[in-house]
């Protein structure tokens, strides 16, 4: 399975909104509603922000929120701050246990 | 909460094996799928392989798909992932990862970095 596709970056100043989008098929983005997003930082772990397109764990803001149409998920993160400039990448069940990742988006916070 | 440490990680030559483990804690560790993701130097991330909560289901990326074999010892609430026939497209910081409903990867370890080299 190839990755999901991801623009390579984003950008956005203090304060204003980004999305980052993730497409992929009917076989996975599209065929369930089980697409979550990572926030991995420079030499860190990836962390989980959103899961089941648009749920949020505990703890994470809700300046960050998900969606989905068809094969394309969003992540949208409102209100930016510097501490959310790092990678982000999305993810999708593909079915049988399997996971198909993107390509990994970077954040730059001007 | 789920706490994830990986270790095993090392220089290995082409063609080498290495086994990694993951040791897991805060969570009922038989009740959750358990899974690999890999990231080679500078690229994203990659998902390599993931087990069932009893053990009794394995799947594989087609990259690592009769090379690598995830395991799980659940009396240890340990992981592990047999890596043979290692080539250089294989080094990478492996990190394993708690499976919740399935579906989503809510804890991720610090991640083993495996570098394959001659």
């Known amino acids: 399975q190839s990755a999901l596709t991801q623009p390579r970056s984003v950008s956005g100043s203090p304060g204003q909104s980004v999305t980052i989008s993730c497409t992929g098929t009917s076989s996975d983005v599209g065929a369930y509603n089980y697409v979550s997003w990572y926030q991995q930082h420079s030499g860190k772990a990836p962390k989980l922000m959103t899961y089941?397109?648009?749920k949020r764990p505990s703890g994470v803001p809700d300046r960050f929120s998900g969606s989905k149409s068809g094969n394309t998920a969003s992540l949208t993160i409102s209100g930016l701050q510097a501490e959310d400039e790092a990678d982000y990448y999305c993810c999708s069940y593909a079915g049988s246990y399997t996971f198909i990742f993107g390509g990994g988006t970077k954040l730059t916070v001007l | 909460e789920a706490q994830l440490l990986e270790s095993g990680g090392g220089l290995v030559q082409p063609g080498g094996s290495l086994r990694l483990s993951c040791a897991a804690s805060g969570f009922t560790f038989t009740s959750y799928a358990m899974s690999w993701v890999r990231q080679a130097p500078g690229k994203g991330l990659e998902w390599v392989s993931v087990?069932?909560?009893?053990?009794?289901?394995?799947y594989y990326a087609d990259s690592v798909k009769g090379r690598f074999t995830i395991s799980r010892d659940n009396s240890k609430n340990t992981l592990y992932l047999q890596m043979n026939s290692l080539r250089a497209d294989d080094t990478a910081v492996y990190y394993c990862?708690?499976?919740?409903?399935?579906?989503?990867?809510?804890?991720w370890g610090q991640g083993t970095l495996v570098t394959v080299s001659s």
């Open positions: 990862a708690k499976a919740t409903g399935d579906r989503v990867l809510d804890y």
């Open positions: 089941d397109v648009s």
């Open positions: 087990i069932s909560g009893s053990g009794g289901s394995t």
